[in-house]
């Protein structure tokens, strides 16, 4: 098998990640790809850097033994503990990575009017220090303003509800984001795409909310062709999922978020 017929590897802690792949499957729909849920250890947003490192090296290895052509870090909580040891990783066994956190910096920085920008996060990444960073590298200079939100991932995660209780908690998270007259956003979780409209909704049309999915799509694209390792002769590719948490749950989800069947294309794995 020559590498470019293998599946792009994608991972997270659950369906957050979801986010991207919708991106990289519209963006990139010749190419088949394995997307790996580690909802059995999710959350990672509260775990210590320690832990999601080792989370990270076990997961970014279970999709290298499978036999992926590119590694896809889709969560910021573990690019931010983890990101150069995967990309290490991912270089002794001659496979590209590509992860969050830099594209969602490099467009905020460069669309935000006013300078103030945003970042919505969990407390993992934002403890890390990585969107400030990656900010902070480009060389314009920015007023920052980060909030860590510990309950949004998890909200999304288990889903549909949201009551008055959750909103108030989101309400809660954009406050100091309106305080500080942020003009953009980053979203800096995978997971927070999915409750968009109510942040927008908070917050006012007039942020700009910054996702990393089609900066991601667009960089696995010109990684891929600068391998020759595109997929050309076909018009759809395939899309698998392992999962270590709940399978039907993570099934169910994902069909509402992805809007394409999952069904019969989840499997369980222990990792
Ligand atoms: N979606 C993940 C992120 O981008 C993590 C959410 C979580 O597991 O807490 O950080």
């Given at each position: 098998m020559t590498r470019s017929t293998l599946p792009i590897g994608v991972f997270d802690s659950g369906v957050g990640g979801l986010t991207v792949l919708h991106e990289c499957l519209i963006s990139l729909p010749a190419e088949d790809f394995l997307y790996l849920g580690d909802s059995g250890h999710?959350?990672?947003?509260?775990?210590?850097?320690?832990?999601?490192?080792?989370?990270?090296?076990?997961?970014?290895t279970g999709l290298l033994e499978r036999g992926v052509k590119m590694l896809v870090i889709a969560c910021n909580s573990a690019t931010a503990a983890a990101g150069d040891e995967i990309r290490?990783?991912?270089?002794?066994?001659?496979?590209?990575?590509?992860?969050?956190?830099?594209?969602?910096?490099?467009?905020?920085?460069t669309i935000s009017?006013?300078?103030?920008?945003?970042?919505?996060?969990?407390?993992?990444?934002?403890?890390?220090?990585?969107?400030?960073?990656?900010l902070d590298s480009l060389g314009r200079p920015l007023t920052v303003t980060e909030v860590a939100a510990p309950d949004l991932a998890p909200i999304i995660q288990q889903g549909p509800t949201?009551?008055?209780?959750?909103?108030?908690?989101?309400?809660?998270?954009?406050?100091?984001?309106?305080?500080?007259?942020?003009?953009?956003?980053?979203?800096?979780?995978?997971?927070?795409?999915?409750?968009?409209p109510m942040l927008q909704r908070m917050l006012g049309r007039d942020v700009s909310l910054v996702t990393a999915g089609h900066a991601i799509a667009a960089a696995i694209q010109r990684e891929l062709a600068s391998r020759d390792e595109l997929t050309t002769d076909r018009i759809e590719g395939d899309y698998r999922f392992l999962v270590t948490g709940?399978?039907?749950?993570?099934?169910?989800?994902?069909?509402?978020?992805?809007?394409?069947?999952?069904?019969?294309?989840?499997?369980?794995?222990?990792?």
């Open positions: 999710f959350p990672y947003g509260t775990k210590s850097a320690e832990e999601l490192r080792d989370r990270a090296q076990v997961i970014a290490q990783l991912g270089a002794e066994a001659g496979v590209p990575v590509v992860t969050v956190v830099g594209p969602e910096a490099e467009i905020a920085a009017g006013n300078g103030k920008v945003g970042v919505l996060a969990t407390p993992a990444t934002v403890a890390s220090g990585a969107y400030r960073r990656a949201f009551d008055q209780g959750v909103l108030d908690t989101v309400r809660s998270y954009c406050d100091p984001l309106r305080e500080a007259g942020v003009d953009t956003l980053i979203l800096g979780c995978t997971h927070y795409p999915l409750v968009a709940d399978v039907d749950s993570f099934v169910e989800a994902g069909t509402r978020f992805l809007q394409l069947p999952l069904a019969g294309r989840a499997e369980k794995v222990e990792l």
